[in-house]
Structure formats: structure tokens, C-alpha cells
């Protein structure tokens, strides 16, 4: 069982940064692949970014690409969203998820309760 924990979400104007962060227990972190997911008010869960079990290798939807980066600690059984250049779209419910897949949430076992982000015009 692991549990994912998100904390960094709040109040930021357009054009500012944020940076999330999902700490997870247990020892087997690095056994999975970590992803971030947004679910904005009468919207479905969007994927965002994903990152494979060594850090190796990332994902980004087209949203996220170039201004969101995905990192992970496996020593500190973290993983990171740093987001850039914020948009008021970005404005969501953000939730970190373990397990075996990349953009799917149903590739997901474990998730987070979610952090708000909300972008000021």
C-alpha cells in the first residue's frame, strides 16, 4: 500500500510559478511510475505529466509541455511538478498518482487527495 500526500498548490498570478510536490510512504517508490493529473470544476481528470520508475524518462501532455517539468527523488520517495509560466487554464485540482502506466488514469493504483492551483488573470 502506499500513500501520496500532495502539498505547493495556492494562489499565483498569470505568468507566475508554482511548484508541487507528492511525498509518498512506504519503501517501494521507486517501484512505480508517478504522474500528476488536474481535474478542473465540471471537467474530466486531464493527464499532465508523467515520469518512469528511475526518473529517466518524463511525458508531458501538449498543455504542459515546455513550461511544467516532472521530477522525482527516489531517495526521498518524492516526486515534483515545477510549473511555469501559469495560466489562468491551468486553474485545477492537482493530484499525483502511482502505479504502472503514463496517461491514462486508469493506469493509476494509488492517488493522492489533490492540491488546488488557482491562476489569477
Known amino acids: 500500500q502506499v500513500q501520496l500526500v500532495e502539498s505547493g498548490g495556492g494562489l499565483v498570478q498569470a505568468g507566475g510559478s508554482l511548484r508541487l510536490s507528492c511525498a509518498a510512504s512506504g519503501r517501494t517508490f521507486s517501484s512505480y511510475a508517478m504522474g500528476w493529473f488536474r481535474q478542473a470544476p465540471g471537467k474530466e481528470r486531464e493527464f499532465v505529466a508523467a515520469?518512469?520508475?528511475?526518473?529517466?524518462?518524463?511525458y508531458y501532455s501538449d498543455s504542459a509541455k515546455g513550461r511544467f517539468t516532472i521530477s522525482r527523488d527516489n531517495a526521498k520517495n518524492t516526486v515534483y511538478l515545477q510549473m511555469n509560466s501559469l495560466k489562468p487554464e491551468d486553474t485545477a485540482v492537482y493530484y499525483c498518482?502511482?502505479?504502472?502506466?503514463?496517461?491514462?488514469?486508469?493506469?493509476?493504483?494509488?492517488w493522492g487527495q489533490g492540491t488546488q492551483v488557482t491562476v489569477s488573470s
Open positions: 498518482a502511482g502505479g504502472a502506466g503514463y496517461a491514462r488514469p486508469s493506469e493509476y493504483d494509488y
Open positions: 515520469i518512469n520508475r528511475s526518473g529517466s524518462t518524463t
